[in-house]
């Protein structure tokens, strides 16, 4: 299993990936899932990988030796044109290892995130499906995962906003959705891959890997728990009944006027995101 996001704002892209392999639990090891082909000032990509590294790194060689090449990702006119070329190898690599796979019981797990910009277009994101179908992220749904993604989604759901979160914050939330991961998850892990794309760059200047015991990443994660446990104790609150005494008939009530019964102003996020995925609509 594995985790890798990708966050699209009005100021560019932020992309976040861990490195941990699991082919049991006495095979876990390191294994990067965040791979760049850019020719500067020209075309920017960044490919980010879930699924058998197998067929991920089958996937990764073939657009490789194209781009080295001056074809496939080299060429192409758009960021979804460059996606499809993506599925296209997903689905030779399929052709060459599904049967051989399934014959022995073992699915066809691959999935990608695609994030980047061609000169003369907006930046763009999109996911690329097994099938080689590709999903492309909107000012409405700015956010795509791929891997392990429940645990990290919610703090996505109520934060990002297209183009109100800047590029600095974003990095945060894709720091602090891995962090959740890996609390809930040990088939997540770092080193984490970090990557800041900001519009019109055209070249891969921020780039980052948080190791294990990264002083910055560790700050980070301890102040968010502490910030959590005190935006926790500062909500309205709660009061239980005596017994007969229900008052409003709820034995459990939440007291108006406490400290944290204010209005935050910021809009309810709550719905973001939902019916992400291969669905109809």
Not at 59 to 67: A, E, K, N, P, S
Not at 153 to 172: N, Y
Not at 209 to 235: G, I, K, S, Y
Request: glycine share 10%; net charge neutral; proline share 5%.
């Amino acid at each position: 299993m594995t985790y890798c996001l990708g966050i699209l704002t009005k100021d560019g892209l932020v992309l976040a990936s861990d490195s941990r392999t699991n082919a049991g639990a006495d095979q876990v090891s390191v294994c990067r899932k965040m791979y760049t082909f850019a020719h500067p000032g020209e075309r920017v990509f960044a490919v980010l990988t879930s699924g058998s590294l197998s067929l991920t790194q089958s996937v990764i060689t073939l657009l490789r030796r194209d781009f080295v090449a001056g074809k496939g990702l080299a060429t192409v006119p758009s960021l979804y044109d460059a996606a499809r070329e993506i599925g296209d190898k997903v689905r030779r690599v399929a052709e060459l290892d599904r049967a051989a796979l399934e014959k022995d019981s073992y699915p066809f797990n691959i999935n990608i995130l695609l994030g980047g910009q061609i000169k003369g277009e907006a930046p763009g994101l999109f996911q690329v499906y097994p099938q080689g179908n590709p999903l492309a992220a909107t000012e409405d749904m700015p956010y795509l995962q791929i891997g392990e993604t429940k645990y990290g989604r919610p703090i996505l759901d109520r934060g990002i906003i297209f183009d109100q979160t800047t590029l600095e914050e974003a990095v945060k939330y894709a720091l602090l959705s891995i962090d959740s991961t890996m609390k809930s998850n040990v088939t997540v892990g770092p080193p984490i891959d970090v990557l800041v794309y900001p519009n019109d760059e055209l070249t891969v200047t921020r780039q980052r890997r948080f190791e294990n015991e990264d002083v910055d990443f560790n700050r980070l994660r301890q102040r968010w728990q502490q910030a959590l446990r005190q935006a926790v104790a500062r909500l309205p609150a709660v009061r239980f009944a005596a017994p007969g005494d229900a008052g409003n008939g709820f034995s459990i009530q939440l007291v108006d006027g406490g400290p944290g019964d204010q209005a935050t102003g910021q809009p309810d996020q709550s719905n973001r995101g939902k019916g992400r995925g291969q669905t109809q609509g």
